[in-house]
């Protein structure tokens, strides 16, 4: 069994920045490709940035120079996250391709809220 945990969201004003944190815990031999989505109100959920195990960074057209992944340690990473617009608003889901010995398998946070306003 393996948990993702997200944290950092909450009310920020267009041109803020907020820090998303996530971390992985339990069952965990490995964790391969990592990456935040993003569900907008009404739209579908849209990948925002992963990062593959060969540790390449490929961030979505629409965050790109504004939002920042980093690997924080073996089991967590960030996205920071600057220049918010309000159409960033959005419930944001850390995601994780993960070994946990018994097998490979996709995991998902239970996301976390951001909402730009003024």
């Known amino acids: 069994q393996v948990s993702l945990v997200e944290s950092g969201g909450g009310l920020v004003q267009p041109g803020g920045s907020l820090r998303l944190s996530c971390a992985a815990s339990?069952?965990?031999?490995?964790?391969?490709?990592v990456a935040w989505y993003r569900q907008r109100p009404m739209k579908s959920r849209e990948l925002v940035v992963v990062e593959t195990n060969s540790g390449s960074i490929n961030y979505a057209e629409a965050v790109k120079d504004r939002f920042t992944f980093s690997r924080d340690g073996l089991n967590t990473w960030s996205l920071q996250m600057n220049s918010l617009k309000p159409e960033d608003t959005a419930t944001y889901y850390c995601?994780?391709?993960?070994?946990?010995?018994?097998?490979?398998?996709?995991?998902w946070g239970q996301g976390t809220q951001v909402t730009v306003s003024s």
């Open positions: 339990g069952r965990i031999r490995s964790i391969y490709d």
């Open positions: 995601n994780a391709e993960v070994d946990s010995g018994l097998g490979t398998s996709t995991s």
